[in-house]
């Protein structure tokens, strides 16, 4: 499976998930969602539950179907 960061080719270094490696991104507290897709910043502020805005996430769908 490919991490999220590699996923969007993301090369911050303040990403949570590179330092949480082993944990899920839709299961860290914080993230840089809003780095990559503005819908899912726009989506949090909208549902309280992070995890189920993450749920719309390109990259969470693409690693739950497979």
Request: hydrophobic share 25%.
């Amino acid at each position: 499976m490919k991490e999220c960061y590699e996923y969007f080719n993301c090369d911050s270094m303040d990403c949570s998930k590179r330092k949480n490696n082993g944990e899920h991104c839709w299961d860290l507290e914080s993230d840089l969602c809003h780095v990559h897709d503005s819908s899912v910043t726009f989506l949090r502020e909208q549902i309280e539950s992070k995890k189920e805005a993450c749920k719309l996430c390109f990259y969470y769908k693409d690693q739950i179907e497979t």
